[in-house]
C-alpha cells in the first residue's frame, strides 16, 4: 500500500517538473552527530541504522555524498575511554562507521559542536553543556587548540586531510575562522544558511543578503572574488508560520518516526511550546532543504529558488531522519537523477566556482 505522505509528495514533485527546466548540481550533506538535548541517544540508533540506510540507498543510484562528522564528540569520547569502556566501544562503533562511508566513496569532512569539550558523563548518561555552544564561546587559543585536536583525530580517523568544515549551530561570525582555516587546512565552509538571522545565546549568525550560491570570501559577511576561502551555502526558503503549519500538516501528517531516540524531554517540550509559537508568530519561518523527517516534504520548493544558480546543497541529520523520509529521499533521488541532475560532494565544488568565473 503506497505512504499517502509519499504520494502527496510525488503529486507536489509532478507539479514542480512539469515545465522545462535545465538540469542542477545538488549536494546531499549530513551532519553526522548525536542528540544535544536533555537526551542524547544511542549510538546505535542515532548514527548506525540510519546511516545503514543511508548507504544502501547512495549505492543504489551510484551517487555520493558529503558527511560533516562532529569531531568534537568523537575528540571526547576517545578523551574519556580510558574510564569509562561503554564510551571506548562508541569511539570505536563510530569510528569504523566513518571509515565505512569513507571505503565507499563518500567525502567526509569537519563539523564541531563545541558544548562537547565540556559537557560531563557519570557512567550511565551525558549532561550537556549550554555555556559553550559556539567556538567563540571558548577563551580563542583554547579554540584554536581543540579546533587543530578535534580535526587530527577525524583525519586519523578517515586516512585524509580534511579541507571543509560546517559550525555547530551554523555559528562561526564571531571567532576567528580566518585564522583557524588558514592554520588547519581549511579551504570550504559550509555554515552558511542563506538570507537567515538568528542572535540569541546559543546561536549567533546574520546571513542576511549573502549570495544563494556558492562565492568566495575572506570573510564570511561579503562575497569577494579574491577571497581565499569558498562558501557553500545551505539551501533555504522563507515561509509565513501559518502557512508553514497548513502545509507542513497536510504533507507531513502520519508517517513512520525518526531512527534517533533523543531529544528533549517531554515534559520541558510542553512547557516550551507556547513560548516557541510566540517566538516565530512575528517572523517568518526558515527551512532547509532536507531529508529530515519533519520538514523533508518543503524540499521540492527550496530547491525550485535555487534554479537559478544550477546549484543547491541539501542538509540532512542520521539522527532526524525517519523510514519514511528516506523512503522520500529515494525517489527524490531517483527523479533528479532522471531529469539530468547530478550529485557532487564539496571536494568537487572548484568545478562550479571556475565555470561561474569563466
Known amino acids: ?46 548514527l548506525l541504522k540510519p546511516m545503514d540506510r543511508i548507504l544502501e540507498i547512495c549505492r543504489k543510484h551510484g551517487i555520493k555524498i558529503t558527511v560533516f562528522v562532529d569531531s568534537s564528540y568523537l575528540y571526547r569520547l576517545n578523551e574519556l575511554s580510558t574510564n569509562y569502556p561503554a ?22 569532512q569537519l563539523h564541531i559542536h563545541p558544548q562537547w569539550y565540556y559537557c560531563t558523563y557519570d557512567g550511565n548518561d551525558w549532561t550537556m553543556d549550554w555555556e559553550h555552544y559556539k567556538l567563540s564561546d571558548t577563551p580563542e587559543e583554547q579554540a584554536m587548540e581543540l579546533f587543530k585536536k578535534s580535526k587530527d583525530l577525524l583525519d586519523s580517523v578517515v586516512g585524509y586531510k580534511t579541507t571543509a568544515f560546517r559550525a555547530g549551530g551554523y555559528s562561526i561570525q564571531q571567532f576567528d575562522y580566518a585564522r583557524c582555516f588558514r592554520e588547519n587546512g581549511i579551504k570550504y565552509d559550509s555554515s552558511v544558511l542563506s538570507d537567515c538571522r538568528l542572535l540569541t ?32 551555502p545551505i539551501a533555504t526558503r522563507q515561509y509565513n508560520f501559518f502557512r508553514y503549519v497548513f502545509l507542513k500538516k497536510k504533507r507531513q501528517s502520519g508517517g513512520l518516526p525518526k531512527y534517533g531516540d533523543g ?34 516534504g518543503f ?49 568537487q565544488i572548484n568545478k562550479l566556482v571556475y565555470r561561474w568565473e569563466k
Not at 207 to 231: A, N, Q, T, V
Not at 313 to 338: A, Q, W, Y
Open 1 to 46: 500500500m503506497t505512504c499517502p505522505i509519499l504520494s502527496n509528495q510525488r503529486r507536489l514533485q509532478r507539479s514542480l517538473f512539469h515545465s522545462k527546466r535545465k538540469s542542477m548540481d545538488l549536494q546531499i550533506t549530513l551532519d553526522y552527530e548525536i542528540f544535544l538535548n536533555d537526551r542524547v541517544g544511542t549510538v546505535e540508533n542515532s
Open 87 to 108: 564510551l571506548r566501544d562508541d569511539f570505536e562503533k563510530v569510528s569504523n562507521n566513518i571509515k565505512r562511508v569513507v571505503s565507499e566513496g563518500h567525502d567526509v
Open 201 to 232: 545565546d546559543t546561536h549567533y549568525y546574520d546571513y542576511k543578503g549573502l549570495p544563494k550560491r556558492i562565492y568566495k570570501f575572506s570573510k564570511i559577511e561579503k562575497e569577494d572574488s579574491e577571497g581565499e576561502f569558498i562558501e557553500v
Open 263 to 296: 531529544g528533549d524531554n517531554p515534559e520541558r517540550l510542553r512547557s516550551d511550546r507556547f513560548d516557541k509559537i510566540r517566538q516565530y508568530l512575528g517572523r517568518p519561518m526558515n527551512v532547509s532543504a532536507t531529508f529530515d523527517w519533519y520538514t523533508y
Open 299 to 347: 524540499i521540492e520548493e527550496v530547491l525550485e529558488k535555487y534554479k537559478p544558480y544550477g546549484y543547491a546543497t541539501i542538509i540532512s541529520h542520521p539522527k532526524n531522519v525517519s523510514p519514511t523520509s528516506l523512503e522520500f529521499m529515494d525517489s527524490f533521488i531517483g527523479r533528479h537523477l532522471s531529469a539530468g541532475d547530478n550529485f557532487i560532494t564539496i571536494s
